[in-house]
């Protein structure tokens, strides 16, 4: 059974930081490309950063410069650093592969930035 585990979320002020993790199991974690998502109150997941099997990296727009993704093979974990975080930031962050694997979301970890 696939599944993944986020933490690591919690109040932050704006241009605070964070890093949320994520243990995944089930599935030959090596081999699959990892991402993490996001979903805000009413709105869709959206992809924030994807690090594939070979340690590629892609970020939207919106995070790069602040985001750093990396993933730890050894122990099923890939990781979220998070600087300079601003309010659009405030979300849900789950963690899945890439792409997700259908009915394997976890509870996701809550991000809040507000001062």
């Known amino acids: 059974q696939v599944q993944f585990v986020e933490s690591g979320g919690g109040l932050v002020q704006p241009g605070g930081s964070l890093r949320l993790s994520c243990v995944a199991s089930?599935?030959?974690?090596?081999?699959?490309?990892l991402a993490w998502f996001r979903q805000a109150p009413g709105k869709d997941h959206e992809l924030v950063a994807v690090?594939?099997?070979?340690?590629?990296?892609t970020y939207v727009s919106a995070v790069k410069g602040r985001f750093t993704i990396s993933r730890d093979n050894a122990k099923n974990t890939v990781n979220l650093q998070m600087n300079n975080l601003k309010p659009e930031d405030t979300a849900v962050y789950y963690c899945?592969?890439?792409?997700?694997?259908?009915?394997?979301w976890g509870q996701g970890t809550q991000v809040t930035v507000s001062a």
């Open positions: 899945n592969s890439a792409p997700p694997m259908a009915g394997s």
């Open positions: 089930g599935f030959t974690f090596s081999r699959f490309s």
């Open positions: 690090i594939t099997e070979n340690d590629s990296l």
